[in-house]
């Protein structure tokens, strides 16, 4: 779990951006209520986000959902009372992140309900397809809405991609280059062929990516490995315009783990509002 502290660091800096000239209208110092109505139907994600934001400025959080619950149009997601000011000034930024949070634990939700009729095993995991300076909230919201935050950064896995295999100058040699990198963690590696799969899991990798494969491909890297004995040795992602419309096709095929940058980057945000009650 990500500490408090680093979240308010993180709301602080946002504010930082929206109020670098202050707040250009007049409002009234007063206490007052005021409700976040869901406007949409959806997973919420980033209450515990709006809670630290709200009380670091003593504005009290009277009731809420928690985060994770599906809401319908209408539904009161929190309840505060505080500071005419300090609410207005949180207003827009606490609905920002609430607002994505939500759109992105809604999508994954959705992936991961769709997967697992298929394939109850399968994980829907996060890329690093994400907003700059906003990852940790992404990455949090697809962990509300069920899926995996695969890596938070470059450092969290060896991953050997296209790249620099391209660099090293051929598989083998970018795997074993990979193997000093750290005893500590493990080494996933994108493969391009039924072939290089094979490769990859006879040089000993923990994972292996089959990028932009068509179903009836993966379902041939499959069957290799069972055939040659290595398909439980490795865990075998699939990625590569994934999204909710054909996850299910993929989770069919039977791998481990079906990675999407559609639940981060084109994910729609959940419609929210704060209105004051007086």
């Known amino acids: ?8 660091k993180k709301i602080l800096e946002y504010l930082e951006e929206d109020l670098y000239y202050g707040d250009a ?6 206490d007052v209520r005021a409700k976040i109505i869901s406007k949409d139907n959806g997973v919420i994600a980033g209450v515990r986000v709006a809670k630290i934001a709200f009380e670091s400025f003593g504005i009290n959080v009277l009731n809420s959902i928690k985060d994770g619950n599906k809401v319908k149009k209408g539904d009161i997601v929190m309840e505060i009372k505080g500071n005419s000011k300090d609410i207005l000034m949180l207003e827009r930024t606490v609905l920002n992140i609430l607002m994505r949070m939500s759109g992105i634990a809604t999508a994954t939700a959705e992936m991961v309900e769709k ?4 394939n109850p095993n399968v994980r829907i995991a996060a890329t690093r ?5 906003f990852r940790i909230f992404e990455k949090m919201a697809v962990e509300i809405g069920g899926g995996d935050p695969h890596r ?22 970018a795997i ?8 500590t963690k493990k080494i996933e590696v994108e493969v391009r062929s039924a072939e290089e799969a094979l490769i990859a899991a006879r040089e000993g990798v923990d994972i292996i990516m089959l990028d932009n494969f068509k179903p009836k491909e993966i379902e041939k890297v499959i069957e290799l490995l069972e055939r040659k004995g290595l398909r439980k040795t490795v865990l075998l992602e699939a990625s590569g315009g994934i999204t909710p419309e054909n996850v299910k096709e993929y989770a069919k095929t039977g791998v481990d783990i079906i990675s999407s940058g559609y639940i981060t980057h084109s994910a729609k945000a959940l419609d ?3 209105n004051v009650i007086g």
């Open 129 to 133: 397809k994400t907003t700059p300076g």
């Open 115 to 118: 997967a697992r009729s298929v």
């Open 272 to 274: 929210l509002s704060l």
């Open 1 to 8: 779990m990500i500490p408090d502290f680093i979240i308010k």
């Open 152 to 173: 938070f950064g470059l450092g969290d896995c060896v991953l050997v991609k296209d790249n620099h295999i391209a660099v090293a100058g051929d598989l083998v040699k």
């Open 25 to 30: 209208t007049y409002v009234e110092s007063k």
């Open 176 to 183: 074993r280059l990979a193997k000093y990198a750290s005893f």
